[in-house]
């Protein structure tokens, strides 16, 4: 049997046509979409229905549950968020319905697949470094062969029992080996962002359990003609365009509204600039002088709050004196058992006291550890503003990452940066007025050079102002 694995198609019908084409003059048997059938692209109902006729199982993509009300588009840039929302406008309410009916996850004859990553799917976190890789192959100890999409590029991680970490390979035909766990990227059908601007998928026969990676050639004359026939702008797909110089996360976040394409089915497309209107030069001047009163303002000011007079040695020390420190953050590890860690073998995690302790077993011991989905709610009133304080003291030589999933009570999640420390200092960063979130995830990883001490790693709530 073999099995063709689909991902990222986002409305873009010539794409979707010519990777069927391709995989069933090669023998595909079945396939499965791996998310992402609308968004982006101008054919998002050809796309959606196509795949209901002929996929054996799709899995929901984050494009496909924002356009079905379960992920909000708000976290979306403006480019995939009018996108979006005109999917949900030409779309029927079966369509969605279908679309809202859609798994998270699927596991099939010895396979396993999502579209982002298999820690928390319905949060479509990017399956895009080997640390990510880690965390899913720790998850699921048991499968070996996994199948994502999301990142639009084509890779395979593969990670076997002597190594401590994946690692990451470029798409390339393989037999699956024994011992070997894999993660494979099919890259995308319709959206390209790496340097091919073909349909990519994967290729996968379960009997001599041969992987093989595709790249299919296609006429992007149709999907232009299509794009200009649904009003899209044209300079958002920076694959149509020899001269938008490959900018196309520039291209996707900021809108243009002093240009238009015009199409003309014999000259082709070009670019139209037009004159500068007799407003321009006013609405000019007037951000101008806002800006220069504001800065006036500014300075006002920070100059009167400089001028207050200051309390004299004798006040300020008996104020020092009489008013109590304030009392340290609670901390709130919880137990072993709401933690995660890998690899075991590597090192030793425990909670003593306060404090989070890492201990290495090999030298340099690479490490992951993450908590459990943390409540906020013992801290007060879900209205109260949330201060999210990391204040970690560590002892020993400090090489590590933090990063923050922040949950909300619906489902829907934010993805914290990611704080990269190498240093023998404490260090501390503070994510303030955090209310509308219920509960939190914390992810750490880096590399053990000595026993790592995190203390005072902690939550409080922010003082709320009196009510006048």
Same mark, same amino acid.
């Given at each position: ?12 019908? #010539? ?141 395979? !991680? ?15 035909? !393989? ?62 797909? @920076? ?39 007799? @407003? ?51 901390? @709130? @590890? ?23 302790? !890492? ?6 011991? #690479? ?95 922010? #003082?709320?102002? #009196?009510?006048?």
């Amino acid at each position: 049997m073999r099995i063709a694995f689909f991902s990222d198609i986002h409305g873009n019908l #010539p794409a979707l046509e010519a990777a069927l084409a391709d995989a069933k003059a090669r023998g595909a048997n079945h396939l499965i979409c791996l998310g992402d059938i609308v968004g982006y692209g101008p054919q998002p109902i050809e796309c959606l229905q196509r795949i209901r006729q002929i996929a054996t199982a799709t899995v929901m993509g984050n494009h496909d549950a924002a356009v079905c009300g379960l992920f909000d588009r708000e976290y979306f840039n403006a480019f995939a968020r009018e996108t979006a929302e005109r999917a949900i406008l030409v779309l029927s309410d079966d369509d969605l319905a279908w679309l809202k009916t859609l798994p998270y996850q699927i596991e099939g004859n010895g396979f396993f697949c999502t579209h982002g990553s298999f820690n928390e799917p319905e949060a479509f976190d990017y399956l895009s470094e080997c640390e990510d890789a880690a965390l899913s192959f720790s998850l699921y100890p048991n499968q070996q062969l996994f199948f994502v999409g999301h990142t639009h590029i084509a890779c395979v !991680f593969a990670q076997d029992e002597t190594e401590p970490l994946p690692r990451k390979l470029p798409p390339e035909d !393989f037999t699956v080996q024994e011992g070997v766990r894999y993660i494979i990227n099919p890259g995308t059908i319709g959206f390209p962002r790496g340097e091919s601007l073909t349909a990519d998928y994967v290729l996968f026969d379960t009997v001599t359990q041969r992987v093989s990676f595709h790249c299919v050639e296609y006429d992007l004359a149709p999907y232009r003609l299509a794009l200009v026939k649904n009003g899209y702008n044209l300079l958002n797909y @920076w694959f149509l365009s020899p001269k938008a110089s490959r900018r196309r996360t520039e291209l996707s976040m900021r809108a243009i509204p002093t240009r238009r394409v015009l199409f003309d089915e014999k000259s082709g497309f070009s670019l139209q600039r037009p004159t500068l209107s007799k @407003w321009l030069l006013p609405f000019f001047y007037c951000v101008i002088g806002l800006l220069l009163f504001f800065m006036v303002v500014v300075s006002y000011l920070v100059i009167k709050s400089n001028a207050k007079t200051p309390l004299s040695p004798t006040v300020a020390k008996t104020s020092l004196v009489e008013t109590p420190p304030p009392p340290l953050p609670t901390p @709130w @590890w919880g137990t072993l058992d709401d933690w995660n860690f890998f690899p075991k073998n590597a090192f030793t995690f425990s909670i003593q006291g306060d404090a989070l302790v !890492f201990e290495p077993v090999k030298p340099n011991a #690479p490490f992951i550890v993450e908590s459990s989905r943390i409540p906020l709610t013992h801290f007060g009133a879900l209205s109260d503003a949330y201060q999210i304080a990391y204040l970690p003291t560590c002892a020993g030589d400090v090489d590590y990452q933090i990063r923050c999933v922040y949950y909300r009570d619906d489902g829907s999640a934010v993805k914290g940066s990611l704080h990269k420390y190498k240093t023998d200092a404490p260090v501390q960063f503070i994510d303030k007025d955090k209310s509308e979130f219920t509960s939190i995830v914390i992810s750490i990883h880096g590399t053990l050079h000595e026993t790592l001490t995190f203390q005072h790693f902690s939550i409080q709530p922010k #003082p709320s102002s #009196p009510e006048r």
